[in-house]
């Protein structure tokens, strides 16, 4: 199947500062890359909807100016957690659809990053 | 909205029970469904899948989920359950034509060896 890869898979920083979570598709191309927060025994709340070339699409009640996402190329998206606080301590993960071919909805996922804010 | 609403959060079953996870939807449009499992220590990865025709759908590792309609459910199977079926388990829905998933909240399922 296809490969997402995630990273880092851990961090650690002081509140106030930013951090950035790449999503890569290793052996495919992703035009639409999803990214997901999970809290401890919760579902994954859906964040973001990453285009590539162009802005990504917000769920409800997420804040776009602080959690910044780009989609530069096919097979990377970012995901950065600005001016972080420990309310935004969480486990982040992204997945990716295979762009072209039979539309299968499938999501292939990342391993996810846990964020933990000081 | 679309929501999704997995009955049981925990199930601790012994070697060679039967499972069944229950899994209700809510939406008003032609959906399509899935399963994700997530093992120890591992990536989420789908388990099966239902877009339309058979509503019995049959998965990796012996797991089947049937597709009730009337019922806005899609719940997850699996005759026999062995210890390496230990994981979490998350049904999904997502519109027909679309990719926006909405998860469950999961059902951590741990089987005794």
């Known amino acids: 199947g296809a490969v997402v890869s995630q990273h880092p898979s851990r961090v650690i920083c002081k509140s106030g500062t930013s951090v950035k979570i790449e999503c890569r598709s290793l052996?495919?191309?992703?035009?639409?890359m999803f990214w997901y927060r999970q809290f401890p025994k919760q579902s994954l709340m859906l964040m973001a909807t990453?285009?590539?070339?162009?802005?990504?699409?917000?769920e409800q009640g997420v804040e776009k100016d602080k959690f910044l996402i780009n989609h530069a190329s096919l097979t990377l998206s970012t995901l950065t957690v600005t001016s972080a606080h420990p309310e935004d301590s969480s486990f982040y993960i992204c997945?990716?659809?295979?762009?072209?071919?039979?539309?299968?909805?499938?999501?292939?996922f990342g391993e996810g990053s846990r964020l933990t804010v000081l | 909205a679309q929501s999704v609403s997995q009955h049981n959060h925990h199930v601790i079953l012994s070697e060679a029970a039967s499972l069944e996870l229950g899994c209700n939807y809510s939406?008003?449009?032609?959906?399509?469904l899935f399963w994700y499992v997530q093992y120890p220590g591992q990536h989420l990865q789908l388990l099966l899948k239902?877009?339309?025709?058979?509503?019995l759908v049959k998965g990796i590792k012996g797991f089947e989920a049937e597709f009730i309609k009337s019922k806005f459910s899609f719940n997850l199977r699996k005759p026999s359950v062995q210890w390496s079926d230990t994981a979490e388990y998350f049904c999904?829905?997502?519109?027909?034509?679309?990719?926006?998933?909405?998860f469950g909240a999961g059902t951590r399922l741990f089987v005794k060896a």
């Open positions: 997945s990716a659809t295979v762009s072209g071919g039979e539309d299968t909805g499938e999501l292939f």
């Open positions: 052996d495919f191309q992703a035009t639409t």
């Open positions: 990453s285009n590539e070339g162009s802005k990504a699409t917000y």
């Open positions: 939406y008003g449009g032609t959906v399509n």
């Open positions: 239902y877009f339309s025709g058979d509503p």
């Open positions: 999904a829905v997502a519109p027909a034509g679309g990719f926006k998933t909405i």
